[in-house]
């Protein structure tokens, strides 16, 4: 990051750290408005123990409700699945989205600790 563009970034909870079991106990509840994010995001994600598997989507809406959600294409390209412990981010233009976000943990078997952050740099900053 150049300058002072980290001590700017605003952060939000895409979702708050979980055990869970299923799909729909790793995904996001309520969609976060990137729309006031300039340039590039990024969604961090913090894997704790993986019993079994979890892959990682994020998608975009129309809303934060999540309506029309769809997944995006992210700069690191196809998401593969997590590795316990390990740290991943993925990064993707704000402006090129529909305005939300959301995360999907898809998982085949559970349960799987996880927690995900997204921050940006807001405009006119």
């Known amino acids: 990051m150049l300058g002072n563009e980290a001590q700017a970034a605003v952060v939000s909870s895409l979702l708050n750290t979980v055990s869970a079991a299923n799909t729909a106990a790793a995904t996001t509840t309520t969609y976060i408005d990137v729309r006031r994010f300039e340039g590039d995001a990024e969604v961090v994600i913090m894997p704790g123990a993986i019993t079994g598997s979890i892959t990682p989507s994020i ?4 809303d934060s409700a999540g ?5 995006i294409s992210v700069n690191e390209g196809a998401f593969t699945a997590l590795v316990a412990n390990t740290p991943r981010k993925y990064t993707f233009r704000a402006g090129a989205t529909r305005g939300f976000i959301g995360f999907i943990g898809t998982i085949v078997t559970g349960p799987a600790l996880v927690g995900v952050a997204i921050q940006g740099r807001p405009k006119n900053f």
């Open 59 to 62: 998608n975009d809406a129309t």
């Open 67 to 71: 309506t029309g959600t769809a997944a």
